[in-house]
């Protein structure tokens, strides 16, 4: 599978499924003085967390290797990790963010999920993963958004008293 247009913007697409740019614009949102977006930020950090380490864990246990390592001809645009293959980490991130945002900011689900899908699609079409596990990352992600949505209904409220006392008003009295 090659394409002129795919094989410029698919090595760019991939890199937004990493979750240093996701955590990225997480600490953005935390720097909005709303109480919805700081909520977003914190759920968002704790699904990454999950499914990041979720997908890590899972590729020791499955020891797959990546498509790139194994198949000769492969259409490989960029370099080929060292890690193994299953689950797409990029893939569960992106759709842990995705659930998340699509939970809060509901009339923009059909972006977020798109950009969810395009990154798990780039990760197959730049040759280091195979469509499997790129939907083993996509249903590790989901879960996982769906436990942070979980702790955010059941847990955050019983702690936002004491952050809002102690951490919001606390920096806003001091004027920093």
């Not at 659930?99 to 972006?111: C, H, M, N």
């Not at 730049?126 to 989901?142: E, K, Q, R, S």
């Not at 019983?158 to 806003?172: Q, V």
Request: proline content about 4%; some cysteine; overall charge positive.
């Amino acid at each position: 599978m090659e394409n002129g247009f795919f094989d410029m913007i698919m090595p760019v697409v991939t890199s937004f499924g990493n979750f240093k740019y996701i955590l990225a614009v997480v600490a953005l949102f935390l720097f909005f003085n709303s109480s919805k977006t700081r909520a977003v930020a914190i759920v968002i950090g704790i699904a990454i967390l999950l499914s990041d380490q979720t997908g890590n864990q899972l590729k020791h246990l499955v020891e797959r290797p990546r498509p790139c390592k194994e198949l000769l001809d492969i259409h490989l645009l960029g370099g080929c990790s060292n890690s193994f293959s299953f689950p797409s980490n990029h893939s569960a991130n992106m759709f842990a963010s995705a659930l998340i945002l699509s939970w809060k900011y509901r009339k923009l689900t059909a972006l977020f999920f798109l950009a969810a899908v395009t990154v798990a699609f780039s990760r197959v079409y730049i040759g280091v993963h195979y469509p499997f596990d790129v939907m083993g990352g996509a249903l590790i992600g989901l879960v996982s958004g769906a436990l942070a949505l979980s702790f955010e209904h059941w847990y955050l409220p019983r702690i936002s008293p004491l952050l809002e006392r102690y951490t919001w008003k606390r920096c806003n009295e001091s004027g920093t």
